[in-house]
Nanobody, 117 residues
Framework: QVQLVESGGGLVQAGGSLRLSCALS????????MGWYRQAPGKQRELVAH???????NYADFVKGRFTISRDNTKKTVYLQMNSLKPEDTAVYYCNYLSSTWGKEYWGQGTQVTVSS
């Protein structure tokens, strides 16, 4: 079992920045990919970015150039630096752990990000 705890969400004005963190605990099996997803009211959950075990990253087009995902394996933490935030970035952001090798996937409880215009 893996536990994921997100933090760093909040209210920010358009153009501002936030940094989300997701701390892992429990039985963490490598290799694993970490991802950030978001879900706005009335919409489906969507991928924001993910980072593989080797550090390679992938971003949704709507955040490219504005958001940066990173991970610190020593601290068992993944980050999402969000810059130039827009009102349409308002959503609950979820952290995801995926180990395809071991067939394990876990989600965090989510953290609210609200961007005011």
């Amino acid at each position: 079992q893996v536990q994921l705890v997100e933090s760093g969400g909040g209210l920010v004005q358009a153009g501002g920045s936030l940094r989300l963190s997701c701390a892992l605990s429990g039985i963490i099996l490598s290799p694993y990919t970490m991802g950030w997803y978001r879900q706005a009211p009335g919409k489906q959950r969507e991928l924001v970015a993910h980072i593989s075990n080797d550090g390679s990253t992938n971003y949704a087009d709507f955040v490219k150039g504005r958001f940066t995902i990173s991970r610190d394996n020593t601290k068992k933490t993944v980050y999402l630096q969000m810059n130039s935030l827009k009102p349409e970035d308002t959503a609950v952001y979820y952290c995801n752990y995926l180990s395809s090798t071991w067939g394990k996937e876990y989600w965090g409880q989510g953290t609210q990000v609200t961007v005011s215009s």
